[in-house]
Nanobody, 121 residues
Framework: QVQLVESGGGLVQAGGSLGLSCVAS????????LGWFRQAPGKEREFVAG????????LYGDSMKGRFTISRDNAKNTVYLQIDSLKPEDTAVYYC??????????????WGRGTQVTVSS
């Protein structure tokens, strides 16, 4: 059973940066596709970014390109999401997800509990 635990959320001012982390356990992380999704109040969950098991392939949601950077450290079983130039509309619960596909698009079968990111204007 794969377990994912996110950390790094919080309250930040617009224009700032934030780094999220997610530690995967229960399986060798290098075989897992890892990704990030987010869900804002009253909105559907949306894809932020995904990264293949080797880290060689990344994919970003259409509105995420440029300010979001996904990376992973398989030695630490950890995936990261760096968010720069934060905007109030980035306010959401950010979820870590994992799957067994070779492609960053998924599917994603395992989910963390989420970490809240709030951006003040």
């Amino acid at each position: 059973q794969v377990q994912l635990v996110e950390s790094g959320g919080g309250l930040v001012q617009a224009g700032g940066s934030l780094g999220l982390s997610c530690v995967a356990s229960g399986v060798i992380s290098s075989v897992l596709l890892l990704g990030w999704f987010r869900q804002a109040p009253g909105k559907e969950r949306e894809f932020v970014a995904g990264i293949s098991g080797s880290g060689g392939r990344t994919l970003y949601g259409d509105s995420m390109k440029g300010r979001f950077t996904i990376s992973r450290d398989n030695a630490k079983n950890t995936v990261y999401l760096q968010i720069d130039s934060l905007k109030p509309e980035d306010t959401a619960v950010y979820y870590c997800a994992a799957g067994r596909s070779n492609l960053p698009i998924g599917p994603y079968d395992y989910w963390g509990r989420g970490t809240q990111v709030t951006v003040s204007s």
